[in-house]
């Protein structure tokens, strides 16, 4: 059988496509990153209820218009750790009927066509209408405004603009086969669901987006050669093409993404086994009259959004059956596989790849303070099992920060906006800061075993003051942990007053020990030993006030001037200065409240 077309209409079809295709990128693009913050917001309340997940699922597809994409970025979360597989059922439930809402926009261009039998109201319906108005706004925001919310959002209806003319192109192209008979019997041949399940597949695996391979199918509509018989079968077997994505994404995968991926992959295959086997069945009995009847674009939107609702009202009593099913399809090995903390897939979507650094950091930050904590224990009580655990942190600690930095640049890459940019230049810097904390922590286990080994004795006094110490190291660290895991100012901002309190306890206790040696109290091995201890605590709270500061400067002025900012604060903020009394008052050394209980202070001694 031979379709005789001409070449100029195929090469006008073929650039119908690459605008069609090309629109669909630059307005998913730009809706990912217009709607970052809403999408990371959304991510954050991941539960494992699946009604939740499923929502989830179709509002972040509904707004990136590409269920391949929220599929990839699942299969990314699962693979990372960062979601499990049973919330991922639902997630990915929701995905596939939120891509629905493409086919009904690319619908809008087969409103009205013949625009003089049409009233008013609609003419104002017809893309070749409101699309150029469209497209003049989304041009208007993008050269004219500062602000890169409001030029994504431009670009969002720029990209709606390319998608509909590619969209008319191909149905001006194709309008030419109308009357063509053997065009006409091509699609006869799909009355074999087979043939029509295997089409649609195929051309959606080519393009690998089900939205731009319904696009093609509605354009083709317009040639009247398409019935409701031969595009059901199509349109489930795009359903099933569009996995392909997922699919390829998973190879690189562990046993979970994989499973993910093949939730995808099941989820269409047996919706489309049962409901075209039961169409045909009841088509069989009842003798559907619809199905030669000539589709039109509103049509095919039907036909795939009914599909995807049923698909989900068949599962949805059956999610734990269809993520068994995918854990039974990869079974388990032997050996437990490493989890991936960070996932290239994110990259796809910036601003939530950001947010799963943040919360990497997150768990690298408490893996380093605890660490830290767990050493002072040590000086006070010697135990070889915590000794150990503080190295396992600290060797986590030192992984945390190989695998942040190397992704952080890779992210850095991408096409961010300011926010997320900002983000990862914090991020970038307190990683250094946490992993140093677990070294000093480290070197505070070392000192501990010195103590152990020489059973060197403080004195009741030095035992005193180093508890003090210790107390104000503990709070230091607390604070710096959940200033940096709330993104909080205002507890960032009690830092670098204690920070100063710490170096001035640091600092008289290094006096107390030089005068201990004059007096011959202690050995030059005790002495060196509490220089350790006194150097590692130190420095440990000056990075704490490195990430604070980093905090306040990049959260709360969208810059870096970390050293600026602290050497301001001191000189001038009443604040700090009441904070640095209170914990002077709060942290006080034996001698010291002896000398206040007679009117004086250390410094007046000094």
Known sequence: MVI???????????????????????????????????????LASLTSNTVKGFLLGLGVTAIIQSSSAT?????????????????????????????????????????????????????????????????????????????????????????????MIGMETMSGAVSVLRTNVQFQSLFVMFRNPIFGVVAGMVLTAIVQSSSASVGILQSLTTTGAITYGAAIPIIMGQNIGTCVT????????????????????????????????????????LDFTFVDYAVDMWGIAGIHTIFKVLCVLLFAPFTKQLER??????????????????????????????????EVTIAMAETSCEALRLSLKLLKNYDKKVAQKVREYENRSDEYEDILGSYLVKLSACDLDGQDSHEITKLLHVIGDFERISDHAVSVVISAEEIEDNKIVFS??????????????????????????????????????????????????????????????????HGFIVSDILNSLE?????????????????????????????????????????YKEYRKKYQFLTEEASESKGLSREKLK
């Open 246 to 285: 997922a699919m390829i994404s998973a190879f690189s995968a562990n046993k979970n993404g994989k499973r993910a991926a093949l939730i995808h992959l099941y989820f269409n295959i047996i919706g489309v086994l049962v409901w075209l086997n039961l169409f045909y069945l009841l088509d069989y009995f």
């Open 71 to 163: 599929t990839v970025m699942v299969v990314g979360f699962v693979n990372s750790g960062a979601m499990t597989l049973y919330q991922a059922v639902g997630v990915i439930m929701g995905a596939n009927v939120g891509t629905a809402v493409t086919s009904w926009l690319t619908g809008l261009s087969g409103v009205g066509a013949g625009g003089e039998a049409v009233s008013s109201i609609l003419q104002w319906m017809k893309p070749d209408t409101w699309v150029p108005i469209l497209c003049l706004i989304g041009l208007g925001l993008t050269m004219f405004s500062k602000k890169d919310r409001k030029r994504d959002f431009g670009t969002v209806f720029l990209g709606f603009g390319v998608l």
């Open 539 to 579: 420095r440990a709270s000056d990075h704490c006030s490195n990430i604070a500061g980093c905090v306040i400067e990049i959260s709360g002025h969208g810059s870096l001037l970390v050293h600026q900012y602290l050497g301001a604060v001191k000189d001038s903020d009443a604040n700090y200065n009441l904070a």
């Open 460 to 525: 009741e006094d030095e035992r005193r003051d180093l508890d003090v110490l210790s107390a104000a190291v503990d709070e230091i660290i607390g604070l710096v942990y959940e200033c940096f895991r709330k993104n909080s100012v205002l507890i960032a901002e009690q830092v670098e007053p204690l920070e100063q309190v710490v170096d001035y306890l640091t600092e008289q206790m290094k006096m107390q020990s030089v005068l201990r040696l004059q007096k011959k109290e202690s050995t030059i091995q």
């Open 325 to 358: 099913l995918a854990t039974v399809s990869v079974k388990d090995s032997k050996e437990e596989e490493n989890v991936i903390l960070l996932d290239d897939r994110l990259m796809q979507t910036p601003s939530v790849a950001v947010k799963r650094c943040e």
């Open 4 to 42: 005789t077309i001409d070449l100029f209409d195929v090469l006008k079809l073929m650039y119908g496509l690459a605008l069609f295709l090309f629109g669909m990128d630059i307005m998913s693009d730009a809706m990912k990153k217009g709607a970052g913050n809403q999408l990371k917001a959304i």
